[in-house]
């Protein structure tokens, strides 16, 4: 008699950040170095609108924070999450060709120091596009704690 799959949510959980898995992370999504913090840019993402360049890199991190909702050692992922906000300003950086030091200026100068771009829809509609805050990360995992649903245990 076959067993049935017990039907799951697609994302694995990960019982421990240790620095391997966060290098992993970090190689998978193409962030840089986790161990030396250099960055890298991320050339595919470059024939995008910034805004969309943003709204990629906040649903990869969306994706791991929810993998790492279980986890003891959640406050790991910062490391991560600074990473991938250099990444993110160093591939709108070599989008307008321009230096790191002048893409943060622009980006931060509209909320606040927050890395925001404005999206334009026709000529009167505007819209904010932000970098994720660790406090929304953090806010996710407590969403995602007391789920009712299992889920897959990282292997």
């Known amino acids: ?5 017990p039907k799951y949510k697609r994302y694995d959980v990960i019982d421990r ?3 391997e898995r966060l290098s992993k992370l970090a190689s998978r999504f193409q962030y840089g170095n986790i161990f030396t913090m250099q960055a890298s840019p991320r050339k595919g993402l470059q024939n995008k609108t910034e805004a969309d360049i943003i709204k990629t ?12 909702v279980e986890m003891k050692q959640f ?4 490391k991560l999450r600074y990473l991938a906000e250099k990444s993110c300003i160093l591939t709108i950086a070599t989008k307008r060709k321009a230096t790191y030091k002048q893409t943060v200026r622009r ?4 909320q606040q120091g927050r ?13 904010f596009v932000s970098f994720i805050r660790w406090q929304q990360l953090r806010n996710l995992r407590n969403k995602y704690r007391n789920r009712s649903y299992p889920l897959r245990r990282h292997q």
């Not at 890395?115 to 819209?127: A, D, F, M, P």
């Open 1 to 5: 008699m076959i067993k049935k799959r």
């Open 17 to 19: 950040l240790t620095n």
């Open 57 to 68: 890199y906040n649903k990869e991190l969306i994706k791991i924070a929810i993998q790492c």
């Open 75 to 78: 406050n790991r992922l910062y």
């Open 107 to 110: 980006l931060r100068r509209l």
């Open 115 to 127: 890395l925001t771009v404005i999206n334009n829809y026709g000529r009167t509609k505007r819209k």
